[in-house]
């Protein structure tokens, strides 16, 4: 933006509605390995378990991940990357 600075948090809305979805997209990009989990996102993040959920669940609406086909560990619902070309520009830095 010129003669402006906005916070990540502000930018994430204006983008994508939710202060919160620019750092979910990131912390999945950051992940090790093909799976992860919503509480993983959550413990990454700092951000509580229900608003991981709702973007973990817009998420695999608009087909960016998709649900594992088996669970984790005490039945932990487990996501894959789908679109890891999507995610990789959306997880770039927001300035």
């Given amino acids: 933006m010129t003669g402006s ?13 939710s202060v919160h979805m620019h750092t979910v997209i990131a ?10 989990s919503a509480p ?4 990454l993040t700092g951000l509580a378990g ?3 959920h709702g973007i973990v669940g817009r998420l695999q609406r608009a087909g960016v991940i998709e649900r594992a ?4 560990p005490d039945r932990t619902v487990l996501y894959r990357r789908r679109r ?9 830095p927001l300035d």
């Fill in 5 to 17: 600075s906005i916070t990540e948090a502000e930018a994430s809305k204006a983008l994508f509605s």
């Fill in 27 to 36: 912390a999945i990009a950051t992940i090790d390995g093909e799976e992860f």
């Fill in 40 to 43: 993983q996102i959550a413990s």
């Fill in 50 to 52: 229900s608003i991981v």
């Fill in 69 to 72: 086909t088996h669970q984790g």
């Fill in 84 to 92: 890891t070309d999507v995610l990789d520009v959306l997880a770039r």
